[in-house]
């Protein structure tokens, strides 16, 4: 059974900072690309960032490169995406994302929440 499992999620300060953590099971994590998208409400799912199965990382937000880094933990079947110096605009519900596109496989997690209020 495919799993993607998000954590790190919660309320924090602006200037902040959180680290998000994405477990996989129920496939071969080291073939698959990972991203990190983030979702407002009435608003479509944004990406925001990426890493390959080889560990080439993209950002994809203007306002949050610098400050966010993806990274990934083959042996842990783990994705993170470490978030600094965190805005009140960065409070969404993010997504972590297994793609192995060349067969248009794709897994969703479930999302966790981050707030960043005073």
């Known amino acids: 059974q495919v799993q993607l499992v998000e954590s790190g999620g919660g309320l924090v300060q602006p200037g902040g900072s959180l680290r998000l953590s994405c477990v996989a099971s129920?496939?071969?994590?080291?073939?698959?690309?990972m991203s990190w998208y983030r979702q407002t409400p009435g608003k479509e799912r944004e990406l925001v960032a990426a890493i390959t199965n080889a560990g080439v990382t993209t950002n994809y937000v203007d306002s949050e490169k610098g400050r966010f880094t993806i990274s990934r933990d083959n042996d842990k079947n783990t994705v993170y995406l470490q978030m600094n110096s965190l805005k009140p605009e960065d409070t969404a519900v993010y997504y972590c994302?297994?793609?192995?596109?060349?067969?248009?496989?794709?897994?969703w997690g479930k999302g966790t929440l981050v707030t960043v209020s005073s």
């Open positions: 994302k297994a793609s192995r596109t060349r067969y248009d496989i794709h897994y």
């Open positions: 129920g496939f071969t994590f080291s073939m698959f690309a």
